[in-house]
């Protein structure tokens, strides 16, 4: 009997160990699918991080290239000598200066260059007067048509040259070493000299244009019409009663944005 007894208990012992064993494997098991469920979740979630950041990454190289070849498309069509560097700096301008945050505005600014210089900086093969600096008659220099009393007194009270420099620009340490553009030691020839540099001449341009929206409440026709007219011509000609959008360097850009549409189309 007591043989018995004892046999009956090493078997329940033993069911015991059994069951415990089961319950422990199944709970093992549900951590391992558990962990193997999260794995495979976060594994889901990182691929579809990654195909987000892909996608992000390709709208922006797309919009990029889509910028980079609106600018270039519009300024070939009058300088068939162009160079990406002409195009890459543009942009690199426009953009540290917020002159593009609306295509309006963008495109505005891309058809003032066309009608300021053909997007020159030098006359090209076909021109007479080839491979010279594209000079106007009242004296305004290069891509940006800028009077050289502009640009000293831009250089001297308004940019920062650090910006400047970053924006690729020569230095310019010299303009402070007189105090008049006529000095003696020929300050004015060397801002002449400093607009030469295409890099200069569009980042100069930039920061003008910078300027006259700051100080026309971002209107962007008003400050267009100043970086013809001067602010003082903006005014006249505002006071006058005159329409913004009728004002003869206004109705020029457009004018080559049409002539640009055209051919374009063609």
């Keep these: 009997m007591k043989k018995k007894i004892v046999k009956i208990l090493i078997v329940a012992l033993i069911l ?53 070849n609106f600018v270039k498309d519009r300024f070939k069509s009058f300088n068939h000598s162009l160079e990406d560097s002409t195009v890459n700096q543009f942009i690199k301008v426009s953009e540290h200066f917020n002159l593009d945050s609306t295509e309006e505005m963008f495109s ?22 080839e491979g010279q600096l594209v000079t106007s008659y009242a ?23 650090t910006e400047m420099h970053n924006l690729g620009c020569e230095d310019f340490s010299w303009i402070n070493e007189d105090s008049g553009l006529y000095s003696p030691n020929s300050t004015r020839e060397k801002v002449e000299q400093w607009l030469t540099n295409e890099n200069n001449n569009l980042a100069l341009w930039g920061a003008i244009m910078r300027y006259s929206l700051d100080k026309n409440d971002n209107n962007v026709i008003y400050a267009l019409i100043s970086y013809n007219a001067g602010g003082g011509g903006l005014h006249a000609f ?27 189309d063609t």
């Design 16 to 68: 015991d160990f059994a069951i415990f064993g089961c319950i422990e494997s199944f709970k093992k098991n549900s951590i391992i699918n558990k962990q193997n469920e999260n794995i495979s979740s976060l594994t889901i979630e990182r691929d579809l991080l990654r195909d987000s950041l892909n996608s992000i990454n390709e709208h922006e190289i797309n919009k990029k290239l889509e910028k980079f």
């Design 139 to 161: 004296g305004a220099i290069g891509i940006g048509q800028i009077m050289t009393n502009t640009a000293f007194s831009f250089l001297k009270r308004v940019v920062d040259s």
């Design 108 to 129: 505005l600014f891309v058809h003032e260059i066309i009608l300021e210089s053909g997007a020159q900086q030098f006359y090209q093969p076909s021109h007479p007067k």
């Design 238 to 264: 505002i006071n006058s009663g005159g329409d913004p959008n009728s004002h003869s360097y206004i109705k020029g850009i457009y004018s080559k944005e049409d002539i640009v549409n055209n051919l374009l």
